[in-house]
């Protein structure tokens, strides 16, 4: 396994970078396919990227945006990463982005599965997905310790699942390990020194033990303090 990992002086500096690479990268997969999927992550981590990302001077009416993964939970909660999007991504030139959610009107995840599997899978394989890294070495809701991770993992997984996992207070939805580890573009964005000794203690790890593994082969890792 083998990514590059980029040190940065300062976040603001990695946020600026970032945003812009991922925009080229849009705007080229745009110049070869009539509509290109970014899947990005919830958090506070990426809302600088964010910040910079949404007034990126490309063809967004032809870019389908999704989470890496969400919390089951509705859009109106503050706990909800589609309201992150909303607010930081979804505006400016992005506004013109179709959004696919990760969310639908049902007590469990497992009730609206088949319906929103059915209206992400013609966005597939992902042009770019921008990821974060918890000092768990989770990746998404691939949490070490939850309940469907192994299926997750596995080559043949289905493209969301259900996940629930110790110390998360509401069942989450994620994209599995090989739609994740499939975009042609991969970015893994982390903070601090915390989560970069955490990246190293993944190395020589299994993505059981450090889910985050199943996605770093040929990724970009960036990093500042």
Request: proline fraction near 8%; charged fraction near 25%.
């Amino acid at each position: 396994m083998t990514y590059e990992f980029r040190d940065y002086p300062d976040r603001e500096m990695l946020a600026m970078d970032l945003a812009n690479q991922i925009a080229g990268e849009l705007r080229a997969a745009l110049g070869h396919e009539e509509r290109a999927a970014l899947a990005v992550p919830g958090g506070t981590s990426p809302g600088p990227v964010f910040d910079v990302l949404c007034a990126a001077d490309l063809d967004w009416s032809r870019v389908d945006v999704l989470l890496t993964d969400e919390r089951w939970v509705p859009e109106s909660s503050e706990r909800s990463n589609t309201k992150l999007l909303r607010e930081r991504l979804l505006i400016e030139r992005a506004a013109a982005a179709r959004y696919l959610p990760l969310y639908a009107e049902a007590t469990r995840p497992e009730d609206a599965m088949e319906d929103l599997c059915a209206a992400i899978e013609p966005a597939l394989p992902l042009a770019v997905v921008l990821l974060g890294m918890g000092a768990d070495m989770h990746t998404a809701s691939l949490f070490p310790g939850a309940d469907r991770l192994e299926d997750a993992l596995a080559d043949d997984a289905p493209i969301l699942l259900p996940m629930r996992a110790p110390g998360a207070p509401e069942p989450r939805i994620t994209l599995s390990a090989p739609v994740l580890d499939g975009a042609l573009k991969k970015h893994v964005l982390i903070f601090g020194q915390e989560k970069r000794d955490a990246l190293e203690k993944a190395q020589g790890v299994t993505p059981a033990e450090a889910p985050v593994n199943a996605v770093l082969d040929e990724a970009t890792v960036h990093w500042a303090e």
